[in-house]
């Protein structure tokens, strides 16, 4: 009993010690400044520019820019530069009222220019980094990451976190990107299947001097993220992927590329595109795809790999036009070969261009090859991802329009 | 031998000198082994939530907790830990499934690993991972039924090697740079890619909490059976002063690694070839040098009881 009484009374003290002691410590909302995305720019003077977005909740909307910082009506830019981000972080502390947190960073932006430097190690600093959650998007940012972030105000969405949580769902609306986390990027940097690849964003309505021409005509799936002409409002603007090779940015896909990088690596949930009509040069029919799935096979001819991607579409017709009538055996059969040739040009455009161009296997083939190998040292050996490069390809699309009934039926 | 544990068979075996070399060879070891690990979850703790505090103060904490645990009574720890051994289980399940969708099946490739040598051979001695069979050679005596001694190893056995390869078989899958490099928080790495649709996020905060009451639990089992060992060796009546010291005992081996890399090697190389030895060589050599002197004594018995009955047959027809 007694020593029964004399562990109650040391447990009592305990806790009344850990609960009075470190009080003016505690993390508190007050004390803490939320981080919603970080941008890093090549720096003039350092290697690096890091801007910081932070959420004020105690905003009053006004808008307001100082040296080194400015605001919109939910956050506040923060740009410091330094070596590295561990530097930049506490650099940035010692001139905030506040503890700079890290646990609700939605983006972490790169400009394209330091994605051409690599970002590997930023990339193994962000994984070491407790409070950066696996589930950060990354984006590889046409302009300067700190133009990026200072125009990327929320058009619908007060708060801007939010904001950025959203803007990456468009893949599930548009497929013309995917949503690129942490956790998959550095999966796939550190994979022996394929190469890394990140969502390429940018601002529309840049300004000439930010971007390159911005004059070309193009289809509108075409577009990649500089290419977008609504010049009406500065917001940002996710359109295609930005490829990598090892650690180091290559090149670019466009929003249509992405598609089929989707439906490729299986990941597609669905899309609008336009295709040429068949009944009229001058027209185009909208297809809505709800499905699509590709049986992919690799087999090593010559030691080099032969790639055989068998893809099956289904799909709904969107358009109809005053003459035509889908309705028809001939006619639907004629627009599922219209799809399947548009498509088999632009998925052996896609594919040829991963390989030869980028040399950079964002589509995980090598996952198909690795059973060709019976030892890791075999596959490592065999070196996948420079062996991409002679990579030949076979595809094959088979489209299904499961339904041409439109809501009103046009007749011939 | 019915209700017989490892340290009675080593009496049999070799008399009062061989039990008291049991029961240090296994406290020393469970000991090592408690002390290695809880720094280990420590630090990840320290790492994750706790970055201003020692973590020899974490390790305080949790030493206490399994001591007051085991100052109420063994019956008290069961009763305990069969609860938390259910959320043990259905956790490692929750997280396989939750996994599912991200698993790349083809991670399994190559089939034949690192080679044939690395698999069948090398890979054999990761059968340490069965180092919890150790309790089987001491749960005898707390079984009701000694009956059913058979059917809890079988299962024990069985259980183990399932969740074993449940949880290897989520992270294998799961992550390229498992087979690429060194991952020592992969369990918690896998944890924090689980999501539950948008709304429950950071799952991992809540395994973190399942962990801690797995390791509170494991604590206290440990220093129970340690301090049923000694009491049982030498005869002391007190389990107090032996909580108490195998408490300090853990905590101070916690103290000897000073960075990460003394504790991979203490997990890796120590706690890997100590427990082949004690449990696969030396506590199996004991229970079958046991079971030959059993059958021996047995056959001698016998023989003699047949010499007895002949004796009595020719006295009774002389």
């Known amino acids: 009993m007694k020593a029964r009484k004399f562990l109650i009374l040391l447990l009592g003290i305990l806790i009344i010690l850990f609960s009075f002691s470190n009080s003016s410590s505690i993390n508190s909302i007050d004390e803490l400044a939320y981080v919603v995305a970080i941008g890093f720019d090549v720096g003039q003077n350092n290697d690096l520019t890091i801007s910081f977005q932070i959420n004020s909740p105690y905003s009053s909307g006004s808008e307001e820019s100082s040296e080194g910082s400015s605001s919109g009506s939910s956050s506040t830019i923060n740009t410091v530069e330094c070596n590295n981000l561990d530097i930049g972080i506490s650099l940035l502390n010692s001139y905030l009222s506040k503890k700079v947190n890290m646990t609700h960073c939605k983006y972490l932006i790169f400009s394209e220019e330091l994605a051409g430097q690599g970002i590997g190690e930023y990339i193994y600093s962000f994984k070491n980094n407790i409070e950066i959650r696996p589930t950060c998007n990354i984006l590889i940012s046409k302009c300067s990451a700190k133009y990026f972030l200072e125009n990327s105000k929320p058009v619908i969405d007060e708060v801007s976190v939010k904001y950025f949580g959203l803007e990456t769902s468009s893949k599930k609306n548009t497929s013309y990107t995917e949503p690129i986390t942490l956790k998959d990027f550095f999966c796939d940097l550190s994979d022996t299947f394929g190469s890394p690849y990140a969502i390429l964003g940018s601002i529309s309505g840049l300004e000439s001097n930010n971007v390159g021409d911005n004059s070309m005509t193009l289809n509108d799936n075409e577009y990649t993220a500089k290419e977008s002409d609504d010049n009406s409002q500065k917001n940002i603007e996710n359109l295609g992927l930005a490829v990598f090779k090892s650690d180091k940015l290559v090149g670019e896909i466009s929003g249509l590329e992405t598609i089929c990088h989707l439906i490729l690596s299986n990941n597609f949930d669905n899309a609008t595109v336009d295709i040429p009509s068949p009944f009229d040069d001058s027209n185009y029919i909208s297809l809505y795809i709800y499905k699509a799935n590709s049986k992919n096979t690799v087999e090593l001819v010559n030691d080099n790999p032969y790639i055989k991607c068998d893809v099956n579409l289904k799909m709904r017709l969107l358009t109809s036009s005053e003459h035509s009538n889908y309705m028809t055996d001939e006619n639907k059969a004629l627009i599922e070969d219209y799809v399947n040739s548009y498509f088999l040009a632009h998925i052996n455009d896609y594919l040829y261009k991963t390989s030869k161009e980028f040399n950079s296997d964002i589509c995980k083939f090598g996952k198909y090859a690795v059973s060709k190998f019976l030892t890791w040292n075999e596959w490592k050996n065999y070196d996948w991802l420079n062996k991409y490069q002679n990579a030949f390809f076979s595809a094959n699309v088979n489209s299904h329009l499961s339904s041409s009934y439109l809501l009103t039926e046009t007749k011939s | ?318």
């Open chain 2, 1 to 318: 031998m019915l209700g017989k544990d490892i340290l009675d068979v080593s009496e049999y075996v070799g008399n009062k000198p061989l039990q008291i070399i049991t029961s240090i060879v296994y406290s020393l070891y469970l000991i090592f082994v408690s002390g290695i690990l809880i720094l280990n979850f420590s630090e990840l703790l320290r790492l994750i939530y706790f970055p201003n505090a020692a973590t020899p103060l974490i390790i305080l904490i949790f030493l206490l907790v399994a001591m007051i645990a085991n100052k109420l009574g063994f019956k008290n720890i069961v009763k305990s830990n069969t609860l938390v051994i259910f959320v043990i289980l259905v956790t490692v399940v929750v997280i396989f499934i939750a996994s599912l969708d991200k698993v790349e099946y083809q991670r399994i490739f190559p089939i034949m690993g690192f080679g044939v040598k690395e698999t069948f051979i090398t890979g054999s001695l990761n059968v340490f991972s069965f180092g919890g069979l150790l309790f089987l050679y001491l749960i005898r005596p707390n079984l009701k039924e000694q009956k059913d001694f058979k059917k809890v190893g079988i299962i024990s056995i069985i259980l183990s090697a399932i969740y074993l390869l449940l949880s290897v078989t989520s992270l294998l899958l799961l992550f390229p740079f498992l087979t690429t490099g060194t991952e020592t928080l992969s369990v918690y790495m896998s944890t924090r890619t689980i999501e539950f649709g948008k709304f429950f996020e950071r799952a991992d905060a809540l395994f973190i909490l399942v962990w801690i009451f797995t390791f509170l639990s494991y604590l206290s089992v440990i220093i129970s059976y340690i301090t049923k060992m000694n009491k049982k060796t030498f005869g002391v009546k007190n389990s107090s002063p032996i909580i108490y010291i195998v408490g300090i005992l853990i905590f101070l081996v916690s103290l000897i690694p000073k960075d990460s890399s003394q504790i991979l090697f203490a997990e890796n190389v120590i706690y890997k070839y100590s427990a082949l030895i004690i449990i696969f060589v030396y506590s199996f050599l004991i229970l079958l040098i046991g079971y030959f002197k059993k059958t021996r004594f047995n056959l001698k018995n016998k023989i003699r009881a047949k010499r007895f009955l002949i004796n009595v047959n020719n006295q009774n027809t002389n």
